[in-house]
């Protein structure tokens, strides 16, 4: 692995639904303030990583490291029991470790989807603002009978200098769902950064656009990860925003890792043409 400050790791996962391998031992390394691709062909398995790394799944076997403390274990004969965690990330119980997916987004993991999931019948206000309330600094006593007027002020507030600083103050009124696509994606990444994670998860953000949104995302995902002193991980299949925008890139094959290395040796690597790059439509996982 490298010497350079881990935010993630991966260790060894397998992700098993009956007889069928989804991830078969993956180990990967992503590093601080590095934007880093998974891809590979439809089925490969990049969406059920994503899932075993923030609680959606709970993996076979193998382990995810989030800054050098562990965030998901399995017991080694994938026997599985749900553990939660307590506020002390340095107190763990046993072998098994697998948090919810809140839990992890409140240790600082955040990602989108690769079908929108926005409240779509809400404001894009209030979809900033339901996810605000992960860090809201009250019990469900204040919460529930609306006592902390302060702590309602000081998230609005954010929502909205969050919204001005991603360019979507002027549809802060608008119903999500009747957002143009590209201004939708934009906000189910700004909804993700109001929970304010150190590392963000892309799931295919340029689905469905058009190689001027494709271009114009490419500079935006630049742009967050610098000011918002991000490290990003994601799932694509534009290759041109993949090898435009990634520092390394991991290649799946069903399940399992064919090759690992900068876009330059991903780009001429024979095994990985054959089995992905060669391919003449866009699918997605």
């Known amino acids: 692995m490298s010497n350079k400050e881990s935010v993630l790791r991966v260790e060894h996962v397998t992700m098993q639904f009956g007889g069928v391998v989804a991830v078969n031992d993956l180990t990967l390394e992503v590093n601080k303030g590095e934007i880093i691709a998974l891809i590979g062909p439809n089925g490969a398995g990049k969406t059920t990583a994503f899932n075993c790394i923030t609680g959606v799944y709970e993996p076979t076997n193998g382990e995810v490291y989030f800054n050098n403390k562990i965030l998901v274990r399995n017991h080694p004969q994938g026997k599985m029991k749900r553990m939660y965690l307590g506020e002390d990330e340095g107190e763990y119980f046993g072998t098994i470790v697998a948090p919810t997916p809140d839990v992890i987004t409140k240790k600082g993991i955040a990602r989108t989807f690769q079908n929108i999931r926005l409240f779509s019948s809400q404001t894009v206000m209030d979809n900033v603002l ?51 696509y590209g201004i939708q994606r934009k906000l189910e990444i700004a909804r993700a950064l109001a929970t304010e994670p150190k590392l963000l998860l892309l799931d295919e953000p340029a689905a469905g656009m058009n190689p001027q949104e494709t271009m114009e995302l490419t500079e935006y995902i630049r742009e967050i990860r610098d000011k918002y002193d991000l490290t990003i991980f994601m799932i694509e299949h534009h290759m041109d925003l993949v090898m435009e925008i990634s520092d390394r890139i ?11 290395g900068l876009p330059e040796e991903i780009a001429t690597n024979q095994t990985v043409i054959e089995a992905y790059l060669g391919v003449t439509e866009d699918v997605g996982d």
């Open 250 to 260: 991991y290649v799946l094959d069903f399940g399992k890792t064919i090759a690992s």
């Open 130 to 180: 339901v996810a605000k309330h992960m860090r809201a600094k009250q019990n469900p006593f204040t919460a529930t009978f609306r006592l902390n007027h302060s702590e309602e002020i000081r998230m609005r507030k954010e929502a909205v200098e969050l919204l001005k600083e991603l360019d979507l103050y002027q549809y802060k009124d608008d119903i999500a769902g009747s957002l143009p």
